[in-house]
């Protein structure tokens, strides 16, 4: 049985679908039986979504900015 620190450490490779069969399988066991790394992947999960769709969003706004910046230095 994992321990919450041993799935904290897998939680990352969890989330990306880089562990093994054995290894999602003690994790899956694991988050079964504790509600405080149910909770903790919950938020990994969200922070991901969030952080994945953060530079979709960002890019439209910044890049007439970054060129506006980029002609202003050539101007110099
Ligand atoms: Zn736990």
Redesign the pocket.
Known sequence: M???KE?VAHSSDYLDAQLSFRERIAVRT??A??W??RR?IRQMRLTQAVLRRLPDAAIPELEPLAARLAEQRKAR
């Open positions: 994992l321990s919450c799935l694991h988050l039986i504790c405080k790394c903790f």
